[in-house]
């Protein structure tokens, strides 16, 4: 990975979209320098020593929370976490309430997921913490779309001009958006590929290219990129049966014979096994899944200590 002498200025992490390209670079380089830490017997660097983080997890989360929680640890700091189920928004308490509460005990780095798009920019605005998004309704995923464009370049150190295809629930994913902005910010060729139900309008103007076949998708691909059905964020029925979808857009061996033999199969989870994808890919010599997971640890380690370089920055700014 390049060398990068770039500072981050920023206090929050909310989204890929208004990130440069220089940004994505530097986190990914700030990612690579933490791998390490993992891989020894004793796992922890004092870099944050002192800070403390708070993550509030207002969706179900097994990955981002387990690794968020994991990174804060391993750079030293304190860590609390908070969940819907029990805290004092079951009270009525607003999320923005219930955050500036928290930040009046001196909180540095708050980690929001919440089933609202825009919740994570809307309390960046209220507090004076960093504000690292966990994943915003529809809307983004940021540390996702970084751990997935760590996991490329481990394979496919050259992105620009590699063919990334998307396939699934686009509609309703984050991770599909925050994956567009990154790839495309760095010059990947990238598909999205769902029934037409669920691919949004004006996709395109992302910069990507849409299909509804699924085997177009697959041609030619150096990534795939596999999402689940989001059934918990459908308001409507959008395909007429599970089976449908299998048939027409499910990932198995028989649909991937004609596949590039260097294929990277990524998913970031949960996975509808035998829906979205065929165990025997999952599990199969394509699948970089749990090497995602793996990244995802790195990736949220560099996310917490370049916001907190961004925040240090921006308070000294508004001396
Ligand atoms: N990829 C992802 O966000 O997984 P979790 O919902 O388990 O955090």
């Known amino acids: 990975m390049a060398n990068n002498n770039m500072a981050w200025q920023r206090k929050d992490l909310l989204g890929l979209e208004?990130?440069?390209?220089?940004?994505?670079e530097l986190m990914l380089y700030t990612a690579d320098k933490f791998i390490e830490i993992s891989k020894r017997p004793i796992k922890k660097v004092p870099a944050l020593r002192g800070k403390t983080v708070v993550h509030l997890f207002f969706e179900p989360s097994t990955r981002t929370r387990t690794s968020f929680e994991l990174a804060a640890k391993r750079l030293s700091c304190d860590t609390i976490g908070v969940s819907a189920s029990s805290?004092?928004?079951?009270k009525g308490e607003t999320i923005k309430d219930t955050a500036r509460n928290i930040e009046a005990m001196n909180v540095d780095i708050i980690v929001i997921r919440h089933s609202a798009s825009g919740s994570?920019?809307?309390l960046s605005e209220s507090v004076k913490a960093s504000v690292i998004n966990a994943g915003d309704g529809c809307h983004e995923h940021p540390t996702q779309g970084l751990l997935d464009l760590f996991t490329i370049r481990q394979r496919k150190p050259k992105v620009a001009g590699l063919k990334v295809s998307?396939?699934?629930?686009?509609?309703h994913s984050r991770v599909a958006r925050s994956n567009i902005w990154a790839l495309t910010k760095l010059g990947?060729?990238?598909?999205?590929?769902?029934?037409?139900?669920?691919?949004?309008p004006e996709i395109e103007k992302m910069g990507v290219r849409a299909t509804n076949n699924v085997d177009e998708a697959i041609a030619g691909a150096d990534v795939l990129n596999i999402l689940r059905i989001q059934l918990e964020r459908q308001k409507k029925v959008y395909f007429p049966s599970t089976m449908e979808y299998i048939r027409n857009?499910?990932?198995n061996k028989e649909r991937l014979k004609g596949a590039k033999k260097d294929l990277l199969i990524m998913h970031p989870g949960p996975i509808n096994r035998g829906v979205e994808l065929d165990p025997d890919i999952a599990d199969g010599p394509y699948s970089v899944i749990l090497d995602q997971v793996t990244n995802g640890l790195a990736v949220r380690m560099a996310?917490?200590?370049?916001?907190?370089?961004?925040?240090?920055?921006?308070?000294?700014?508004?001396?």
């Open 120 to 122: 994570a920019h809307r």
């Open 188 to 200: 990947a060729d990238v598909t999205v590929c769902a029934p037409s139900t669920l691919m949004p």
């Open 87 to 90: 805290s004092s928004i079951l």
């Open 166 to 171: 998307i396939i699934g629930d686009i509609m």
């Open 249 to 251: 857009f499910g990932i």
């Open 18 to 24: 208004e990130l440069s390209k220089d940004e994505i």
């Open 303 to 319: 996310a917490l200590y370049l916001v907190s370089q961004g925040r240090d920055k921006s308070a000294k700014r508004d001396k």
